[in-house]
Structures are given as structure tokens and as C-alpha cells.
């Protein structure tokens, strides 16, 4: 399930990410052991969703790397405040 933190402050490209996870066939899961979040405009972590697979995680990831988005911490070998991947655009 997704968890919405400030759904007050959705970016304009919210839905495309939605889109995307439903193209893929991507669900998010409570229980998911991975923990990706997702950057307003404004810098704030407003999303975040968890996933279970690495295999989940790695297309997820290249569907956004196409469309634009970046993981502020890809190269780093640590989870970062309980993220494991961190997307902005």
C-alpha cells in the first residue's frame, strides 16, 4: 500500500509514478521489506512505498531513470533514514 505523507503537496508528475507501477504491475505492500520514497517540488518526501522483491526494485528504477527521475541515493551501499532509494524529479 502507498503511504501518502503530505497529501496535501502532490507534484504534478504523481500520477505519472502511479502510472508507471501500474504498467509494470508493481504493488506495494506493507510487509515490503524495501522502502522507496518520493520528493515533492518542494524537496519533502511526500510518498513512499514498499516493495519486497529486488526485481521489483530494479525495474521500477530503470522505468524512472527513463522518464526522468533520479535516486539521490544511488551509489551508496546504505539505506538512508529507513529509504532504500530516495526519487526526485
Known sequence: MD??????????????ISN??????????????????FRNESGRIYRKIFLDGLSC???LKACLLKHGYHD?????HF??????????K
Open 3 to 16: 503511504k501518502y505523507l503530505i497529501s496535501s503537496e502532490l507534484p504534478i508528475y504523481d500520477e505519472e
Open 20 to 37: 508507471i507501477m501500474e504498467e509494470l504491475l508493481i504493488k506495494s505492500h506493507d510487509s515490503g521489506r524495501y522502502v522507496i520514497g
Open 57 to 59: 526494485i530494479i525495474r
Open 72 to 76: 539521490e541515493l544511488d551509489g551508496t
Open 79 to 88: 539505506e538512508q533514514d529507513g529509504y532504500s532509494a530516495v526519487y526526485f
